[in-house]
């Protein structure tokens, strides 16, 4: 192709190097850039740094055939897209430093007629500020450049198929922005393209996860009422279900994530009086972590006065989900951690998805299960619900592991 037709990913982690994969496997010549040596040694091998199913024989073949690199520094190319993350700071308050970053970095590469997307989940504005930013140091390319935003949309573990056949939001600054971003995502896109503006689609993605934030709080609060009452909440909302308007979510132990335990606060950040609901829901889901946390703690106190020792505990997940290696945001990383700082207790940390931990040792999901006084499920990883219910431990399932015990 020519360099024209070359496409730049800003950014290789969880979104940027499936993405960047997947636009390679249709035919793309694409470089991802991230400023992780390492990282960018990793992709170039032809290997991945993370755990999503798929990725690595595609990662291998693109590679293999030519049309995928990596490198630690952007060079010029024909489309832009920023795949960074957006951190907090402070208060929940979104950090859009690295977005800015990743621009400026490539500023001094773009010309008239390049593509620049952005899509990493950014407060509403972030890309008509990037837009700005741009124009200030390249006034020449105002009217020149295209700009806009697209939000991921993807489920880790189901990534690759996804990101072909999910819908996706369009907004451009301009509609020639958006005509052009939208020829770039058919080029790979299965599914269809939805187009709107730069501000709507910013505000398309906090929408969409703030949504199953306040549906899950629902769950949640509803296993803390349950929990009070002697109810199993498991068979309740199973009931509930039955009626044909309803569709109450599972309750867990918390919201992890890097979606939606995290864009609520896009919105509560910048809209604090308006977003009483929103802001309400990350309280709960943040509070069943705290509320998880101390049912272990309270279990670990009944059994050293009941038995005169210290229990063996299980800690059955990290992640932030099932069936997954990303432990960002994880409630249950958070529950281990809280519940080992103030309890003494012989611990098992169980991960089936993580070989090895930087802060927890890792233990073998049977034998913790089978040797422990004490079992709290986290995550309701596909592995645990291969176990046999024990009658002579403590349970604490927060996930549903075992529902109808």
């Not at 301009?174 to 709107?196: C, I, K, W």
């Not at 009452?229 to 919201?255: C, D, F, T, Y």
């Not at 977003?275 to 101390?294: D, H, P, T, V």
Request: negative net charge; contains cysteine.
């Amino acid at each position: 192709m020519e360099s024209t037709e070359q496409i730049l990913f800003l950014g290789l982690g969880y979104i940027g190097l499936p993405t960047a994969a997947v636009a390679a496997s249709k035919g793309l010549q694409v470089i991802g850039v991230d400023i992780d040596p390492q990282v960018v040694d990793t992709v170039n091998r032809g290997e991945i740094h993370i755990v999503e199913p798929g990725l690595r024989e595609v990662v291998r073949e693109v590679v293999r055939a030519g049309r995928f690199r990596a490198a630690t520094k952007p060079v010029a190319s024909g489309v832009y897209l920023i795949v960074v993350p957006t951190p907090f700071k402070g208060n929940h308050e979104p950090d859009v430093s690295y977005v800015e970053a990743a621009t400026r970095s490539v500023v001094p590469l773009l010309k008239a007629g390049d593509l620049f997307i952005i899509e990493s989940t950014s407060p509403v504005g972030t890309t008509d500020r990037m837009a700005r930013l741009i124009f200030s140091e390249r006034p020449e390319l105002e009217g020149q450049l295209h700009v806009a935003y697209c939000p991921e949309r993807v489920l880790p573990g189901n990534v690759l198929h996804e990101l072909v056949h999910n819908d996706r939001v369009i907004g451009g600054i301009d509609e020639a922005s958006t005509q052009r971003a939208m020829a770039f995502y058919a080029r790979f896109v299965e599914g269809a393209l939805h187009p709107t503006n730069a501000r709507t689609a910013e505000m398309c993605k906090l929408t969409e996860n703030s949504s199953r934030d306040v549906q899950i709080a629902f769950a949640n609060e509803l296993s803390l009422i349950c929990a009070k009452a002697g109810i199993n909440v498991w068979e309740l909302i199973e009931l509930a279900n039955k009626h044909p308007r309803v569709h109450i979510l599972q309750p867990g132990s918390g919201v992890g994530g890097h979606c939606i335990a995290v864009d609520p606060y896009f919105i509560t950040a910048d809209f604090p009086s308006e977003s009483q609901l929103i802001a309400k829901s990350r309280e709960i889901n943040n509070y069943k972590a705290f509320w998880c946390a101390g049912q272990v703690k309270a279990a670990i106190q009944r059994f050293k006065v009941t038995q005169g020792r210290p229990p063996r505990v299980a800690l059955m997940g990290l992640a932030f989900k099932p069936n997954i290696d990303d432990l960002r945001e994880s409630p249950a990383k958070y529950i281990a951690s809280k519940v080992m700082e103030g309890e003494d207790a012989d611990y098992r940390i169980v991960e089936p998805n993580v070989r090895e931990h930087s802060v927890f040792k890792l233990a073998d999901y049977r034998k913790a299960y089978a040797e422990s006084d004490i079992i709290a499920f986290l995550v309701a990883h596909k592995e645990f619900k291969t176990l046999e219910y024990r009658d002579d431990a403590v349970i604490l399932d927060f996930c549903g592991v075992f529902k109808k015990q």
